[in-house]
């Protein structure tokens, strides 16, 4: 059983910065990838950025790409989403999520921290 806890939202103007964080219960399950996801209200959850944790390897969906950046502390069991530029358009709930391989799904998922970016 893994237990996700994220922190490090809250409320910034637009063009401002935040760091999530996301840590892990144990560093003993079977960690392939975590990744960072997103809700909006009113809004589907959408996918934000993935990390392979062996390589490190990272993807992002193109709204994102050249203001956010992930990676994760290995010895800490700990992901970060580092958020730079935040526009209005960024506001949702973060979810930070875990797999245990390439072809599982996200089994494990933090309870969400609220991030609002205004104008």
């Known amino acids: 059983q893994v237990q996700l806890v994220e922190s490090g939202g809250g409320l910034v103007q637009a063009g401002g910065s935040l760091r999530l964080s996301c840590a892990a219960s144990?560093?003993?399950?079977?960690?392939?990838?975590m990744g960072w996801f997103r809700q909006a209200p009113g809004k589907e959850r959408e996918f934000v950025a993935t990390i392979l944790w062996g390589g490190g390897t990272t993807s992002y969906t193109d709204s994102v790409k050249g203001r956010f950046t992930i990676s994760r502390d290995k010895a800490k069991n700990t992901v970060y989403l580092q958020m730079n530029s935040l526009k209005p358009e960024d506001t949702a709930v973060y979810y930070c999520?875990?797999?245990?391989?390439?072809?599982?799904?996200?089994?494990?998922w933090g309870q969400g921290t609220q991030v609002t970016v205004s104008s």
């Open positions: 144990t560093r003993t399950f079977s960690n392939y990838g």
């Open positions: 999520a875990a797999r245990v391989g390439p072809f599982a799904s996200y089994d494990y």
